[in-house]
């Protein structure tokens, strides 16, 4: 079954500077990769989603899909500190019918 | 104004006690979630529901059973709860029937005394 890791478990940044987060997968043959933010006591909001290998922007958020290494990563640019939360990866398993989850990355961004 | 709306957002009962968690969407998605979340553990699937009365297990299903009489609505239920299942159970919707974009509902925490 579908495997999804997440590195480093938390994570400080200063604002403004650049928070890289990573998330490693086991099936190869998934294509279909998402990442979460979870502010603390709300629910889930999509951030990025990201099809095939390259790299996918929307606003500050850009995720790397590179299937080969089983990686997906996403990159904070200028992070404030309305970004610190819990950062969720998601992949594709059971034939595509669900999303599995990463356990998260906690980020604190400091002003 | 697109939403996943759950009911209650706290619940405390007691071991043995029944248990009904109320999911609804307006969006008029075809698929529908029940997800738990746990320190550690991450996100877990229970249940999904592809439209009304067409419902299959996720990853963790005993102990759980659901019901969806209609479209914008799906019910996680607990039959005679137990301590473990105290946790953040989350519910979600997609447009399709494929992992699409999950729309998540801000979640209930049941805690099972």
């Known amino acids: 079954q579908q495997k999804v890791q997440q590195s480093p478990e938390s994570l400080t940044v200063s604002e403004g500077a650049m928070a890289s987060l990573n998330c490693t997968f086991s099936?190869?043959?998934?294509?279909?990769f998402r990442w979460y933010r979870q502010h603390s006591g709300k629910g889930l909001e999509v951030l990025v989603s990201?099809?095939?290998?390259g790299e996918k922007e929307e606003g500050s958020f850009t995720a790397h899909l590179n299937r080969a290494s089983l990686h997906v990563f996403l990159h904070i640019r200028e992070p404030q500190p309305s970004d610190s939360a819990l950062y969720l990866c998601a992949v594709s398993y059971q034939g595509g019918r669900a999303l599995i989850f990463g356990t998260g990355t906690t980020v604190s961004v400091s002003p | 104004d697109m939403k996943v709306t759950q009911m209650p957002r706290y619940l405390i009962k007691r071991m043995g006690e029944n248990v009904l968690l109320e999911c609804g969407q307006d969006?008029?998605?075809?698929?529908m979630y029940w997800y738990r979340q746990d320190p550690g553990l991450g996100l877990q699937l229970i249940y999904i529901?592809?439209?009304?009365?067409?419902?299959s297990e996720g990853d963790i299903p005993k102990g759980y059973r659901v019901s969806r009489k209609k479209r914008e609505h799906f019910s996680l239920i607990l039959d005679s709860a137990k301590t473990n299942q105290t946790s953040v159970y989350f519910c979600?919707?997609?447009?399709?029937?494929?992992?699409?974009?999950?729309?998540f509902g801000a979640g209930t925490r049941l805690s099972v005394l």
């Open positions: 990201i099809f095939s290998d």
């Open positions: 979600a919707s997609s447009p399709g029937q494929g992992a699409d974009t999950l729309y």
């Open positions: 969006m008029s998605h075809e698929t």
């Open positions: 099936d190869r043959s998934s294509d279909n």
């Open positions: 529901s592809y439209d009304v009365d067409s419902n």
